[in-house]
Nanobody
Framework: QVQLVESGGGSVQSGGSLRLSCTAS??????MGWFRQAPGKEREGVGAVNIVGNTRYADSAKGRFTISRDNTRSTLYLQMNSLKPEDTAMYSC???????????????????WGNGTQVTVSS
């Protein structure tokens, strides 16, 4: 059974940094991504990375967040810098074996999900 387990969330002040981790159960998926959902809002993609390290980011994450993966540890990371209060959300990692070459930021493209880790940014 595939399991994705996130860690690294917490509470920080505006301008601070956090590093999220997501460990898959010994499986390396072609696409892995980070998504977030704030109260009352739809889930949105933050960043995605394919198995060879090609990345894609939401506009809100560009220049501040870095997604990476360590295939030897089946682990996905999200380094978040210059955090803003609007980044407050539940962050989840997800994995997929897509039919195409590119890893998309649409939640519908992902088959496996972790339970999430809360990130709270105060002003």
């Amino acid at each position: 059974q595939v399991q994705l387990v996130e860690s690294g969330g917490g509470s920080v002040q505006s301008g601070g940094s956090l590093r999220l981790s997501c460990t898959a159960s010994g499986v390396n998926f072609y696409c892995m991504g980070w998504f977030r959902q704030a109260p009352g809002k739809e889930r949105e993609g933050v960043g995605a990375v394919n198995i060879v390290g090609n990345t894609r980011y939401a506009d809100s994450a560009k220049g501040r967040f870095t997604i990476s993966r360590d295939n030897t540890r089946s682990t996905l990371y999200l380094q978040m810098n210059s955090l803003k209060p609007e980044d407050t959300a539940m962050y989840s990692c997800a994995a997929a074996e897509p039919t195409g070459t590119f890893c998309l930021l649409s939640p519908d493209e992902y088959n496996y999900w972790g339970n999430g880790t809360q990130v709270t940014v105060s002003s």
